[in-house]
Nanobody
């Protein structure tokens, strides 16, 4: 049974930072790409960032490029999302997910976490 558990969400003021973590279990973590997605109230879930199994390839949504950084520690079976210069429009539930290759297409991700809330106040 694959489990993905996100943590690190919370309330932060605009301009602040948060680091999200996603701990994985139940599969060979280092063999899979990982992605972060988010869903704001009343909106569809959208791609945020993705990273290959080696960590050598990353992709970002234009809206977060230059502010967010995705990384992974295969020894700890954990993927991270460092979020800096947060804006109110970053408010959403953030989900991590795993896939065979890094992609912005969420239909390619087969396992998902339950999400962690990030709220950015103005």
């Amino acid at each position: 049974q694959v489990q993905l558990v996100e943590s690190g969400g919370g309330l932060v003021q605009a301009g602040g930072s948060l680091r999200l973590s996603c701990a994985a279990s139940g599969r060979t973590f280092s063999s899979y790409a990982m992605g972060w997605f988010r869903q704001a109230p009343g909106k569809e879930r959208e791609f945020v960032a993705a990273i290959s199994w080696t960590g050598g390839t990353t992709y970002y949504a234009d809206s977060v490029k230059g502010r967010f950084t995705i990384s992974r520690d295969n020894a700890k079976n954990t993927v991270y999302l460092q979020m800096n210069s947060l804006k109110p429009e970053d408010t959403a539930v953030y989900f991590c997910a795993s896939a065979y290759s890094p992609t912005i297409d969420q239909t390619n991700y087969d396992y998902w976490g339950q999400g962690t809330q990030v709220t950015v106040s103005s």
